[in-house]
Antibody, heavy 117, light 108 residues
Framework: EVQLVESGGGLIQPGGSLRLSCAAS????????MSWVRQAPGKGLEWVSV???????YYADSVKGRFTISRDNSKNTLYLQMNSLRAEDTAVYYC???????????WGQGTLVTVSS | SYVLTQPPSVSVAPGQTARITCGGN??????VHWYQQKPGQAPVLVVY???DRPSGIPERFSGSNSGNTATLTISRVEAGDEADYYC???????????FGTGTKVTVL
C-alpha cells in the first residue's frame, strides 16, 4: 500500500528556515517523480516543486531561490528545505507522488507551516 | 505562465448533473486531471488524462476536453460529492505544474 507521511511543519518567524520531510512506503521514491504542493488557509492548491527520477528539479517562481527539494534514497524520503520564509508561505504542505501524464496519484495528509512573528 | 480558470462555485440538487469547467489557452492539447478535496482532507484524483477514472472512482465521474475548455461532469450527484474540485495540467514550456482556481460544489 502506498503511503506518504509528512512531518516538520510548525510555527516559524519570518526570515527563518524549516525542513519538511515526507516518508514514503509501498514504492520507491527515486523511481518516481515527487512534488510538493501547498494550500494557504482557505485558498486553492499551489504547486511548489518537483524532483524527477533522474534528479532534475523545478520550482514555482514564488519559491525559486528560497526552497530546495531533495530526496534520500536510503531512507525513501522526500524533503523540502525552506529558507527566508515569508508570511505568504503559510500553508499546509502536501507531498505527492507523480504518475502517468504528469499527474499526482497519491498524496500525504499534509503538514502545516505557519510563518508569523 | 499558464492559467487555468474555474467557476468559484456550482450548486446542484441531489440526483442532478454537475458540470465544472476549466478554461485555459488551447487546453485541448494538454492532458487534464481532476482532483476532489473534502474539508480537512488531502486531494484525491478522480479523473486523469481528460476522461479516465482511477480504480475506485464511481462511473458517475467523467471528463472531456476540447478547445479552450475541459469539463468534469458528475452525474446523479450525491451529498457525498460536496467538495472542492481542481483541474490540473503540466505546462511543458516551463516544466511547471498548474492547478485551476478551484470550484466548490454544493449539493442543495
Amino acid at each position: 500500500e502506498v503511503q506518504l507521511v509528512e512531518s516538520g511543519g510548525g510555527l516559524i518567524q519570518p526570515g527563518g528556515s524549516l525542513r519538511l520531510s515526507c516518508a514514503a512506503s509501498g514504492f520507491t521514491v527515486s523511481s518516481n517523480y515527487m512534488s510538493w504542493v501547498r494550500q494557504a488557509p482557505g485558498k486553492g492548491l499551489e504547486w511548489v516543486s518537483v524532483i524527477y527520477s533522474g534528479g532534475s528539479t523545478y520550482y514555482a517562481d514564488s519559491v525559486k531561490g528560497r526552497f530546495t527539494i531533495s530526496r534520500d534514497n536510503s531512507k525513501n524520503t522526500l524533503y523540502l528545505q525552506m529558507n527566508s520564509l515569508r508570511a505568504e508561505d503559510t500553508a499546509v504542505y502536501y507531498c505527492a507522488r507523480g504518475g502517468g501524464q504528469q499527474l499526482f496519484d497519491y498524496w500525504g495528509q499534509g503538514t502545516l507551516v505557519t510563518v508569523s512573528s | 505562465s499558464y492559467v487555468l480558470t474555474q467557476p468559484p462555485s456550482v450548486s446542484v440538487a441531489p440526483g442532478q448533473t454537475a458540470r465544472i469547467t476549466c478554461g485555459g489557452n488551447n487546453i485541448g492539447s494538454k492532458s487534464v486531471h481532476w482532483y476532489q478535496q473534502k474539508p480537512g482532507q488531502a486531494p484525491v484524483l478522480v479523473v486523469y488524462d481528460d476522461s479516465d477514472r482511477p480504480s475506485g472512482i464511481p462511473e458517475r465521474f467523467s471528463g472531456s476536453n476540447s478547445g479552450n475548455t475541459a469539463t468534469l461532469t458528475i452525474s446523479r450527484v450525491e451529498a457525498g460529492d460536496e467538495a472542492d474540485y481542481y483541474c490540473q495540467v503540466w505546462d511543458s514550456s516551463s516544466d511547471h505544474y498548474v492547478f485551476g482556481t478551484g470550484t466548490k460544489v454544493t449539493v442543495l
